[in-house]
C-alpha cells in the first residue's frame, strides 16, 4: 500500500502543479476502485457489454472504440471483471472457441477525439490477473504508424512520448491472450510535461497498477 500512496503522490503532485493533465480510462470494475468508465448510454457497469463501437468519456476527452474485421467489441464486466476485449460476430460469449479477450490475429482501435499523449496502459490476462509470460504480446500502432511489439510485465506498459489520436492493440502470435483494462492519457493540445516529468507520471501509474495487482 505504500507503493500505491507514492505513485498517488506523485500524480496528484504533476497535476497540481499543472505540467499534465492526465486522465486514466478504467475499463472494468474492481471491488477495491470506486473509480471506473462505463460505455456511453450502457446503464452502469453490472453487465457486460457488447456493441461494434463503444464509446466512452472521461476528463473531458472523449474516446470510440472499435475492433477488427470480423469481430465485436466487449466491455467484460461480469461475472468477473477484464476490461475490454473482442468477439467474433454472430458467436455466443464464454465459450471455447470465442474468448473476450484478445487472441493472436485481433485488435482494438482507440480512437480519441483530440490528440493525445499515452502514458500508460493496463492488462488483464485471461484468468483475468496482471500476471504474463514475459511476451512480446502486442504490436502498438499510432496514427498508423506500427511502434513495435511490447511484453505486458505484470500488467501495465509504459509508454515515452508516444502521442497521436488514434491508437490500435493488435495481438500477436505468441503472445499471452490480454484485455486492454485502462489508459493513462493526457490532451496534447495543453502544456504537455517535459521528458522528466512524463517519466514520473507514468513510473506512477506503473506503482498504481502494482497496486490494483496486489489487491486483486
Known amino acids: 500500500m505504500k507503493r500505491a500512496r507514492v505513485a498517488v503522490l506523485v500524480i496528484a503532485g504533476l497535476l497540481l502543479a ?6 486514466d480510462f478504467q475499463f472494468y470494475v474492481s471491488n477495491v476502485m470506486s473509480a471506473h468508465d462505463c460505455p456511453v448510454g450502457a446503464p452502469g457497469c453490472s453487465a457486460d457489454v457488447r456493441a461494434s463501437s ?31 476485449g473482442a468477439l467474433i460476430e ?19 482501435t482507440f480512437n480519441f477525439d483530440r490528440e493525445v499523449q499515452l502514458f500508460s ?38 509508454f515515452t512520448n508516444v502521442i497521436g489520436t488514434i491508437f490500435e492493440f493488435s495481438a500477436i502470435a505468441g503472445g499471452d491472450p490480454f484485455y486492454v483494462s485502462s489508459l493513462a492519457v ?6 504537455m510535461p517535459e521528458p522528466g516529468t512524463a517519466l514520473l507520471l507514468g513510473l ?6 502494482a497496486a490494483r495487482r496486489r489487491a486483486a
Not at 454472430?90 to 484478445?102: I, M, S
Not at 499510432?142 to 511489439?149: A, I, N, P
Not at 506512477?204 to 497498477?209: D, I, Q, S, T
Open 186 to 191: 493526457a490532451a496534447a493540445t495543453a502544456a
Open 54 to 84: 463503444l464509446a466512452f468519456s472521461d476528463g473531458g476527452i472523449g474516446l470510440s472504440v472499435t475492433s477488427g474485421p470480423g469481430t465485436d467489441v466487449i466491455a467484460d464486466y461480469a461475472p468477473a471483471f477484464g476490461g475490454l
Open 90 to 108: 454472430g458467436q455466443a460469449e464464454h465459450n471455447a472457441t470465442n474468448p473476450d479477450n484478445l487472441v493472436a490475429g485481433q485488435s482494438l
Open 121 to 158: 496502459a493496463e492488462h488483464f490476462n485471461a484468468s483475468h490477473k496482471m500476471t504474463f509470460s514475459g511476451g512480446p504480446d502486442y504490436e502498438l500502432f499510432v496514427d498508423g504508424q506500427s511502434l513495435g511489439t511490447y511484453a505486458i510485465n505484470q500488467g501495465v506498459v509504459a
Open 204 to 209: 506512477g501509474f506503473v506503482g498504481l497498477g
Open 18 to 23: 499543472g505540467k499534465a493533465h492526465a486522465v
